[in-house]
């Protein structure tokens, strides 16, 4: 799928190229919306509607009436809650884990699902403008919501951002097309709203249902050792009794009554319903992980720079390592080289492998070579035995909490001492450094002509590419005080 377009933008104001972008692929589109909007909206607007297409063939749970939603939706979360109970009695009775087989497969989920998280809520962006309208401000409240209403720690991006780096899987950029597919479609409802509106309605009722995957996912990453507060709070704000669940079937009665054709605007509804079917998903990515396919493909990428950067003397089977990486099809066989060499020994602690000792350690020549989620891979790869992945379902580590439990109990005294909440931008006086630009943006909405202009202003501000950001995160803080005034 191609196309171009030409349209006027704010964004000609600063200087920014707005003409028309090409797009072969979700994932070109979503990075052109994620750096430039604006030359990719007639792209994405395609793009949209060839997904409707393919999304129609898919069946829908969705009740034909609207009154009987509220009823279909906590019968649902019924469903899930007890499964999720059946799941917990499973495990306590010695059951493995469902999903993850250990740490690496775990973080191998998080780079996956990264291009959907990292644009959380965009779907709704293009609500902003509709302020005025009453009837609108379930979804707006459900978008401040994702943005976690402009602080850091509850911001959804932010959020997500900071485990991808903390657990070092921050490099995603090259994930398969599929992957992308949720991404640009939220971004493509983002800029395209006044056109996508039903659509759009239909995507958050869909998005925000709490699927039982959410909840084994929380479990299972705080048993590895992985924070799962992004996940967790999501069970909290998707509920259907008050939260982002109960919102969506607000927003959809309201809006619906509004249109001239309540039965039409229904149907593209469920068109919207059913684009969350496409592309890759959370169990897709989960059942996709082999170990050591993800270990030959880490390989693999370094082999492109370090094909040429060992010594003649690095030798494996009578073989040099360039000789070795100079073909990635030959990554499979070296790595069985190197074990049946004794530089791996398969099953085994890694400090008892050579070439583990070469990436960490107090002279490892390969120190920095390998990131933090590539040493996992390989770490996992190393201590499970080849006939025994299953059982590394049931390894386990101290958990997430249990570690959280030991930290918070050394800043404890920090917290007594006064110091501010982690993460909060903290206010200083006009002049004094990073801070000017909040400063600039204040004076801004304080000079507006009116309470519209402001929040246009406000709403630029708070794009999907833009709202995890300093100034981004003050955007959505006044936006909201406005909004309420």
Not at 79 to 89: C, H, K, P, T
Not at 172 to 201: C, K, M, R, S
Request: overall charge negative.
């Amino acid at each position: 799928m191609t196309s171009t377009f030409a349209v006027d933008s704010p964004t000609r104001a600063t200087g920014r190229d707005t003409r028309p972008v090409q797009v072969s692929s979700a994932r070109d589109l979503y990075f052109a919306l994620m750096d430039n909007p604006a030359a990719a909206l007639e792209a994405s607007a395609a793009f949209l509607a060839a997904q409707i297409e393919v999304a129609r063939a898919e069946p829908c749970e969705l009740p034909d009436a609207v009154w009987q939603l509220q009823g279909w939706i906590q019968g649902r979360a019924e469903s899930v809650g007890i499964a999720y109970r059946e799941y917990l009695a499973a495990r306590k009775n010695g059951a493995p884990r469902r999903y993850f087989t250990n740490k690496s497969h775990a973080l191998y989920f998080l780079k996956g699902v990264a291009p959907t998280k990292l644009v959380d809520g965009a779907w709704l962006y293009g609500t902003l403008s509709r302020w005025e309208n009453p009837e609108f401000h379930p979804l707006i409240k459900t978008y401040l919501e994702e943005l976690g209403d402009g602080v850091p720690d509850k911001n959804h991006v932010t959020l997500y951002r900071r485990l991808l780096a903390t657990q070092g899987c921050e490099h995603w950029e090259t994930l398969p097309e599929d992957h992308f597919v949720q991404g640009a479609i939220q971004l493509a409802l983002a800029y395209n709203a006044d056109a996508f509106l039903p659509e759009v309605v239909g995507y958050n009722l869909g998005y925000e249902q709490l699927p039982l995957h959410l909840l084994i996912t929380s479990y299972e990453l705080n048993e590895l050792g992985i924070d799962p507060y992004y996940f967790t709070l999501h069970v909290t704000v998707d509920n259907a009794g008050s939260g982002h669940a109960h919102k969506a079937v607000q927003a959809l009665r309201h809006l619906m009554a509004q249109s001239g054709d309540p039965a039409a605007f229904f149907q593209r509804v469920l068109d919207g319903y059913r684009l969350n079917d496409l592309g890759a998903c959370t169990t897709s990515v989960i059942g996709a992980f082999d170990l050591e396919a993800e270990l030959v493909e880490i390989f693999g990428a370094k082999a492109a720079i370090g094909k040429n950067m060992h010594s003649d003397y690095c030798r494996v089977a009578g073989r040099s390592v360039n000789d070795w990486l100079a073909d990635p099809r030959q990554i499979p066989e070296f790595l069985t080289k190197l074990e049946e060499s004794g530089w791996i020994q398969r099953g085994e602690d890694v400090e008892q492998s050579r070439f583990w000792r070469l990436i960490q350690g107090e002279r490892a020549e390969m120190f920095g070579v390998f990131s933090s989620y590539e040493q996992q891979v390989l770490r996992d790869w190393i201590t499970t035995p080849r006939d025994a992945i299953a059982a590394a379902r049931t390894t386990r580590v101290l958990s997430h909490r249990a570690r959280q439990r030991t930290l918070d109990s050394l800043t404890q005294h920090a917290q007594r001492s006064g110091y501010p909440e982690r993460g909060l931008i903290r206010r200083r006086p006009a002049g004094t450094g990073g801070d000017s630009e909040l400063h600039q943006l204040e004076q801004r909405v304080a000079a507006a002509a009116g309470k519209p202009e402001a929040m246009a202003m406000l709403a630029q501000l708070m794009s999907p590419s833009v709202h995890h950001t300093a100034i981004g995160l003050m955007a959505t803080r006044m936006y909201s005080q406005l909004l309420d005034a």
